[in-house]
């Protein structure tokens, strides 16, 4: 079974600049998860999706990060304008219900911003 | 609030020897407790997973993890290390009462000496 696709892997871009990351999850999974990684820290949830609704976006800052996932499938996170403090991995996963513990991780988009 | 805390940031073994990660967490209730791990380029992988019943658990790649109520712990053991284990270790604790999230360790990164 294929498994979580996240696209791009790696992401330069300056300060102020937007950018946008993919995950495409495994199919039939309902539920879809992104989180920040901050190098040194472990992985914090963003937003939750449970088909193409939001279950938990409580920690997502809205003023500049956004997320979609239309027809209940692949998501795209963006964020405009990017801080440095945004510098981190971003992990998408997912799981075929909404129990958070039967998650998979895709390898995560390396954001740096400059 | 919830929270794990792992107390070692970074920690060297020589191959075939034991090891163990500890993790101590913070919750008023029975927690669902987890470790993770997550090698160089690779999304998160969940190693084992405590919910009730026998405080010893087993995982994957012959990791197994003691849960100790009285101590608040959560630490994860392997008998003989193998080159191939170093990677990143999060342990992470989940609401029994809350689905929606959980919450992560900041890590261990494991490097193994030949």
């Known amino acids: ?9 790696y992401k330069i871009i300056e300060k102020r600049q937007s950018v946008a990351f993919w995950c495409n999850p495994i199919s039939g999974h309902a539920t879809l998860y992104w989180y920040q990684q901050i190098l040194g820290q472990g992985p914090k949830l963003l937003i939750q999706f449970q088909n193409n609704g939001v279950v938990d976006d409580s920690q997502l800052p809205k003023d500049r990060f956004s997320a979609e996932r239309l027809k209940g499938v692949d998501s795209t996170l963006k964020i405009q304008p990017a801080k440095l403090e945004d510098s981190a991995v971003y992990l998408c996963a997912s799981s075929f219900g909404q129990l958070f513990y039967e998650q998979y991780f895709g390898p995560g988009t390396r954001l740096t911003v400059t | ?107 261990t990164k494991l490097n193994v000496k030949p």
């Open chain 1, 1 to 9: 079974e294929a498994g979580v696709a996240q696209s791009p892997r």
């Open chain 2, 1 to 107: 609030a919830q929270s794990v805390t792992q107390p070692d940031i970074h920690i060297t073994v020589s191959e075939g020897a034991s090891l163990e990660l500890r993790c101590n967490y913070s919750y008023g209730a029975t927690p669902y407790l987890f470790w993770y791990v997550q090698s160089p380029g690779q999304g998160l992988q969940l190693l084992l997973k405590y919910f009730s019943g026998d405080t010893l658990v087993q995982g994957i790649k012959g990791f197994e993890a003691e849960f100790k109520r009285s101590q608040s712990s959560f630490n994860l053991r392997k008998p003989s290390v193998h080159w191939s284990d170093a990677a990143e270790y999060f342990c992470a604790v989940g609401a029994k009462d809350n689905f929606n999230k959980f919450y992560f360790g900041s890590g």
